[in-house]
């Protein structure tokens, strides 16, 4: 019997994006499930809760049959371990990600030297996106519509109006 592909796919996902959203499908057709896996991330101020990370992640992801997201608090190498996987997918954009993309993933090698790093690039059309830029033009009333799913966008939205 062969034993079930699970990769995680760890961020903050502060919002979710139409790329990481691409790379969930890449690494959805690649292995048996993919988990989103949402870090508490207590070493930074997030613009959304927890809470309304992985709601806006769950949403975002409900078309892709094989991908679910889960919350995890501490060190990833451990959330991976209690689902029983050693694999951990990495979005890769740029050049300038890589050194720091490459540092995780030794990293996380030398606190569970089971755990292999996939890194994925997305799509060219989201090679640019990131959840910071996207907060940014949120934040001044600009159009994300292109950017993000509609229940980010409007989450977005709402958010401004709140404030």
Sequence with gaps: MNKKKIA???GTFDPITFGHVNIVKKAS????????????DNYKETFFSLEEREKLCKESLKDI???????????????????GTNIMIRGLRAVSDFEYELQLA???KKLSNKIETVFLVP??????????????IA??????????PKCVADALKQKRRDN
């Design 8 to 10: 995680i796919y760890p």
């Design 29 to 40: 057709e690649m292995f048996d499930e993919v988990i989103m896996a949402i870090a508490i």
């Design 65 to 83: 049959p094989n991908a679910r997201a889960e919350s995890f608090d501490g060190l990833v190498v451990d959330f991976a371990d209690k689902l």
């Design 106 to 108: 030794l990293m996380n």
């Design 123 to 136: 799509s060219f059309d989201y090679l640019y996106l990131s959840s910071s830029m996207v907060r940014n």
């Design 139 to 148: 934040s001044v009333g600009g159009d994300v519509e292109t950017l993000v």
